[in-house]
């Protein structure tokens, strides 16, 4: 199953790319609706491999699961995934200069179901499709809208 969502941040690349790789803020207060960052193992970010534990809402119930970075490219993509026993789901955060203030973003979920179990779950989500879909641009939108305030703020003392 796949989920996507594409918006322009109007705010360099550069300066997206840094937001989207605070990991240090995300292990402090979180990201968007998902509770903090716990590293685990022995990679701190933003080596690739760096793993977390962390909690997320959905279908009405509090959900842990792990992450694992595996892609970190400056100023173009961040790759997070976490494989367990029901299910693979790997999140890519795509960024492309269009200019000196404007970044095109572009977020993509992918997952697949590993079991009877994960391929309920996956069918649950289908139904539930549209909702997920109004959810995710919700998110993304005031996530959006954070960054653009941050960066003219910023601009605007300097």
Do not use: H
């Amino acid at each position: 199953m796949k989920f996507d969502y594409k918006t322009t941040v109007n705010a360099p690349v550069e300066f997206v790319f840094a937001r989207l790789t605070d990991f240090e803020k995300f292990e402090k207060v979180g990201f968007g609706n998902i509770s903090k960052f716990k590293p685990i193992g022995d990679i701190a970010a933003p080596e690739i491999g760096a793993k977390w534990k962390l909690r997320s809402e959905f279908q009405g119930r509090q959900r842990s699961f792990s992450l694992q970075l595996r892609e970190l490219i400056e100023n173009k993509s961040v790759v997070l995934g976490n494989g367990s026993d029901k299910f693979d789901v790997e999140a890519s955060f795509g960024l492309a200069k269009i200019d000196d203030e404007n970044t095109g973003f572009i977020f993509e979920i992918n997952s697949s179901a590993k079991t009877i179990t994960g391929r309920l779950i996956m069918q649950t989500m289908q139904l539930a499709r549209s909702r997920i879909e109004k959810k995710l641009a919700t998110d993304f939108d005031a996530m959006r809208d954070r960054m653009e305030a941050d960066y003219q703020s910023k601009n605007t003392l300097a």
